[in-house]
C-alpha cells in the first residue's frame, strides 16, 4: 500500500493530534466542487444521522476567502469539538449542529490541515473542495467513504467526474442540490440539511453514518 493511499487510515487510529477519542469509526465525505451551502448540507446530514451529535467541516476555498455566512448558536457538541480543535492549534469555530476548519490559502498547506484534522476528530468530517481539485488532496480520495460532486442540473461535468473516479475504492454521488431563499441563510449556519430532492444522497450519507459505509441500495 502507498504512503499516500495509507495516511487517512493511519492518522484516524494514530495520528500526532489523536486523544484517544474513538475516531476510526468516524467516516470521512469528500465533496468535490460545491459551493458553500451544498457543503454544509451535506455536513448537517452526517451531522444528524451520527449518534455524536455534531459533523466537522473542512472547507477549502482557492482565493482562501471563505466566507462564514450566517452564524448560529451552537450545539453543545459542536462546540466541544471546536474547542478539541482549538486545543490543537487548529482554526475551529462552531455553528449549528456543525464544527468547522477553514483550510489554508495554498492547496499544500490546506492538505496538510485537512490531514491533521482527520486525525483530531472525534465525529464525521466533510472536507469541501469549492473549487478544481488540487493534486494535493488525491491522497483523500483513496481512503474516503464517499466522494460527492456537485455538478449543475442537466450537466456533463459530473457524468465525466464519474468516469474519471471510476476506479476509486468508494462510492460517488452526484448531486445537483441548491438551496432556496428562504432556506439558504439556515443552510449555511448549519441549521438545515438537504431538501426532498436530494433524497438519495440523503440516504447515502445516513448509511454511512451508521455503518461506516454507505448500504447498497443508497449508495
Known amino acids: 500500500m502507498s504512503r499516500a493511499s495509507a495516511w487517512p487510515r493511519a492518522l484516524r487510529r494514530f495520528g500526532p493530534d489523536h486523544d484517544g477519542a474513538?475516531?476510526?469509526s468516524a467516516p470521512t465525505v469528500?465533496?468535490?466542487?460545491a459551493e458553500a451551502a451544498m457543503a454544509c448540507a451535506v455536513a448537517f446530514e452526517l451531522a444528524r444521522a451520527a449518534d455524536r451529535g455534531c459533523a466537522l467541516l473542512c472547507v477549502w476555498e482557492?482565493?482562501?476567502?471563505?466566507?462564514?455566512?450566517?452564524?448560529?448558536?451552537?450545539?453543545?457538541?459542536?462546540?466541544?469539538?471546536?474547542?478539541?480543535?482549538?486545543?490543537?492549534?487548529?482554526?475551529?469555530?462552531?455553528?449549528?449542529?456543525?464544527?468547522?476548519?477553514?483550510?489554508?490559502?495554498?492547496?499544500?498547506?490546506?492538505a496538510t490541515t485537512a490531514e491533521?484534522?482527520?486525525?483530531?476528530?472525534g465525529v464525521p468530517v466533510v472536507v469541501a473542495l469549492l473549487g478544481p481539485r488540487p493534486g494535493?488532496?488525491?491522497?483523500?480520495?483513496?481512503?474516503?467513504?464517499?466522494?460527492?460532486?456537485?455538478t449543475p442540473p442537466d450537466s456533463a461535468v459530473g457524468a465525466l467526474a464519474?468516469?474519471?473516479?471510476?476506479?476509486?475504492?468508494?462510492p460517488v454521488a452526484r448531486c445537483s442540490w441548491t438551496p432556496g431563499?428562504?432556506?439558504?441563510?439556515?443552510?449555511?449556519?448549519?441549521?438545515?440539511?438537504?431538501?426532498?430532492?436530494?433524497a438519495e444522497l440523503r440516504a447515502?450519507?445516513?448509511?454511512?453514518?451508521?455503518?461506516g459505509r454507505p448500504r447498497a441500495d443508497a449508495a
Open 30 to 33: 469528500l465533496v468535490l466542487g
Open 116 to 121: 491533521r484534522v482527520i486525525g483530531a476528530a
Open 22 to 24: 474513538d475516531v476510526s
Open 62 to 110: 482557492p482565493s482562501g476567502r471563505v466566507r462564514p455566512g450566517w452564524t448560529a448558536g451552537a450545539s453543545r457538541p459542536a462546540r466541544r469539538e471546536a474547542l478539541r480543535l482549538q486545543a490543537r492549534g487548529l482554526p475551529a469555530r462552531a455553528d449549528g449542529r456543525l464544527a468547522r476548519v477553514a483550510l489554508g490559502d495554498g492547496a499544500a498547506e490546506a
Open 204 to 211: 447515502a450519507l445516513a448509511g454511512l453514518s451508521q455503518s
Open 181 to 198: 431563499p428562504l432556506a439558504r441563510p439556515l443552510v449555511l449556519a448549519g441549521r438545515l440539511g438537504l431538501g426532498a430532492a436530494a
Open 162 to 170: 464519474g468516469i474519471e473516479l471510476a476506479h476509486l475504492r468508494a
Open 136 to 150: 494535493a488532496f488525491d491522497p483523500l480520495l483513496e481512503d474516503t467513504g464517499l466522494v460527492v460532486v456537485a
